[in-house]
């Protein structure tokens, strides 16, 4: 059974920059596709970004390219999140999850069988 635990959201300026970690364990982490997602009060739950298990294939919203960028460290078994020039419309639970193939991007929310519990972001303007 994988387990992702996010951690780094926290309550900051427009402008700013913060980065998402998710640490996995279970299973083979270097082998499955990972994403990251984000639900606002009210909204559905939405792509932000995603990454092959190698790490040569990543995918962004167009509302965060250029600002985010997803990497992974197989060794450490972590995803993590770079996300800068932060917006008061970033503000939302940010979620970690995993799939089991990992050489292409997945961008719904229904292809990934594992999730985090999720870390909160808020950006005041």
């Known amino acids: 059974q994988v387990q992702l635990v996010e951690s780094g959201g926290g309550l900051l300026q427009a402008g700013g920059s913060l980065r998402l970690s998710c640490a996995a364990s279970g299973g083979t982490f270097s082998s499955y596709g990972m994403g990251w997602f984000r639900q606002a009060p009210g909204k559905e739950r939405d792509f932000v970004a995603g990454?092959?298990?190698?790490?040569?294939?990543?995918d962004y919203a167009d509302s965060v390219k250029g600002r985010f960028t997803i990497s992974r460290d197989n060794a450490k078994n972590t995803v993590y999140l770079q996300m800068n020039s932060l917006k008061p419309e970033d503000t939302a639970v940010y979620y970690c999850?995993?799939?089991?193939?990992?050489?292409?991007?997945?961008?719904?929310?229904?292809?990934?069988?594992?999730w985090g519990q999720g870390t909160q972001v808020t950006v005041s303007s």
């Open positions: 999850a995993a799939r089991l193939v990992g050489t292409w991007v997945a961008v719904r929310p229904g292809e990934y069988g594992y």
């Open positions: 990454i092959t298990w190698s790490g040569s294939i990543t």
